[in-house]
């Protein structure tokens, strides 16, 4: 057992997503989650659900993100706490989108167990590309599954193929505010690299490539420290 966290056992998986805004984390974590049957912690699918439902930290965290700023630390670093001490994380857990800062790697430190059996991916993608992503993204606001109009299209447009709810463009992905979520990643989050560079089993990830070509390269990772 852990002694960070008494629940999570010591063969536990543990992975973290770092990449700028649109770099495919999100597709990459889901599929990773599902093949290795732990959960995925998204924190920007929990702050939006939050958002929706005008629930406390929805009401904190909306107008911060529509301007695309980060949300404050104690606040992730709190839903991460509560999140990770939920039973079904006592085999591993997929994180995707935290942690996004020093303070919150610190955090995550404290709760989440021994880093240097981590995995961390960094996901690398050029900004042309990042922002032809992000423009043609959509998403489910009912179960979060998330499409592009080109590269990943829903069999019926504008239509979630699995659940059959609207899609939607998220707030934002409009360009104005792309903008400023870049900047926070590269002031913000890039430091976290070499945060983990010698801390954990960091490796650099081409994003660049079709998204099955990507998998393979995180399963043959996985399945390398198993
Ligand atoms: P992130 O979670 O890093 O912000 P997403 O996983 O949501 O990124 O991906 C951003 C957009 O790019 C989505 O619309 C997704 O369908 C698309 N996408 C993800 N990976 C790829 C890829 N390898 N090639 C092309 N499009 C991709
Ligand atoms: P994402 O869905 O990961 O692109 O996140 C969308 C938005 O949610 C971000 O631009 C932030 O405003 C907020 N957010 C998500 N995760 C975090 C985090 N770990 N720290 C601070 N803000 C976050």
Redesign the pocket.
């Known amino acids: 057992m852990d002694a960070a966290n008494p629940r999570i056992r010591d063969d536990a998986v543990r992975v973290i997503?770092l990449?700028?805004?649109?770099?495919?984390?999100?597709?990459?974590?889901a599929r990773l989650a599902t093949r290795l049957g732990v959960p995925r912690i998204a924190t920007?699918d929990m702050l939006r659900t939050a958002t929706l439902k005008n629930t406390p930290l929805g009401q904190k965290a909306a107008p911060i993100m529509e301007k695309g700023n980060l949300v404050s630390d104690d606040l992730l670093v709190a839903l991460i706490r509560e999140r990770i001490a939920e039973g079904d994380c006592d085999r591993g857990f997929v994180l995707?989108?935290f942690p996004r800062t020093l303070p919150q790697a610190q955090g995550l430190k404290d709760m989440g167990g021994d880093p240097r059996s981590w995995l961390v991916f960094d996901?690398d993608v050029p900004r042309d590309e990042l922002l032809r992503?992000?423009s043609?993204?959509?998403w489910c606001p009912s179960c979060q599954a998330?499409?592009?109009v080109c590269?990943?299209p829903p069999k019926s447009e504008g239509v979630c193929d699995l659940c059959g709810a609207r899609l939607v463009q998220r707030d934002d992905d409009r360009e104005s505010v792309v903008a400023q979520r870049l900047h926070e990643y590269d002031e913000r989050t890039l430091p976290l690299v070499e945060y983990y560079r010698t801390r954990s089993r960091l490796l650099a990830i081409d994003?660049?490539?079709?998204?099955d070509v990507?998998f393979a390269d995180l399963l043959q990772a996985v399945e390398v420290r198993a």
């Not at 990449?19 to 974590?29: F, I, L």
């Not at 994003?207 to 998204?211: D, E, L």
Request: positive net charge.
């Open positions: 997503f990449g700028p805004p649109g770099a495919g984390k999100g597709t990459q974590a920007g995707d989108g996901f992503r992000l043609g993204r959509r998330t499409y592009h590269y990943e994003g660049n490539r079709p998204m990507v």
